[in-house]
């Protein structure tokens, strides 16, 4: 059974910088795609970023601020997070997606970002 745990949150200052981790165990993790959501109070779970094979995407409230990686030898996907701004606060998800081309299936407790403005 494939599990994934965050760690790397915090608290920061508006325009800080964070790096939070996945480490996934259980399965074949150079094979999932990996992704990064965020829930901030009283709104709904949204998209940040995500990484397949190569390509990496993001949401339009991130791109050019949060870099998606992996390190497959360690079973990690890291979000570095770079001018945080007071509305990036929120528990950050990690996320995988086990079938090819299927949604993500697992999910990990959450990390809490907040960015103190």
């Known amino acids: 059974q494939v599990h994934v745990i965050e760690s790397g949150g915090g608290l920061v200052q508006a325009g800080g910088s964070l790096r939070l981790s996945c480490a996934a165990s259980?399965?074949?993790?150079?094979?999932?795609?990996m992704g990064w959501f965020r829930q901030a109070p009283g709104k709904e779970r949204e998209f940040v970023a995500g990484i397949g094979w190569n390509p990496t995407y993001y949401a339009d409230s991130v791109k050019g601020r949060f870099t998606i990686s992996r390190d497959n030898a360690k079973n990690t996907v890291y979000l570095q997070m770079n001018s945080l701004k007071f509305e990036d606060s929120a528990i950050y998800y990690c996320?995988?997606?086990?079938?090819?081309?299927?949604?993500?299936?697992?999910w990990g407790q959450g990390t809490q970002v907040t960015v103190s403005s």
């Open positions: 996320a995988a997606a086990t079938r090819l081309g299927g949604a993500y299936d697992v």
């Open positions: 259980g399965g074949t993790f150079s094979g999932y795609r």
